[in-house]
């Protein structure tokens, strides 16, 4: 059974840092295209960042290039997602995914704040 649990979501000043966790089971990251998602009350899901492989490298939604990182940890089994200067419009309920839409996590939120 696949599951993606993330973590480190919370509340956070605009100008500050998260850092959110998915860690996986019943599959190997380095197997799948990993990736966050993001989705704001009223709006669309969205890709926030993913990562194919050593490569291919890490892609980004244009809001967020600079600013987000993503990383992954195979002797984990994790897959991050560093978040820096936040801002207000980064507020939104984030998920984890593997593949093309195969596997999703239950989502996490994080809200941006002052």
């Known amino acids: 059974q696949v599951q993606l649990v993330e973590s480190g979501g919370g509340l956070v000043q605009p100008g500050g840092s998260l850092r959110l966790s998915c860690a996986a089971s019943?599959?190997?990251?380095?197997?799948?295209?990993m990736s966050w998602h993001r989705q704001a009350p009223g709006k669309e899901r969205e890709m926030v960042a993913a990562?194919?492989?050593?490569?291919?490298?890490?892609h980004y939604l244009d809001s967020v290039k600079g600013r987000f990182f993503i990383s992954r940890d195979d002797a984990k089994n994790t897959v991050d997602l560093q978040m820096n200067s936040l801002k207000p419009s980064d507020t939104a309920l984030y998920y984890c995914?593997?593949?093309?839409?195969?596997?999703w996590g239950q989502g996490i939120q994080v809200t941006v704040s002052s």
């Open positions: 995914g593997a593949g093309l839409s195969d596997y």
């Open positions: 019943g599959l190997t990251v380095s197997r799948y295209v």
């Open positions: 990562i194919i492989d050593t490569a291919s490298g890490a």
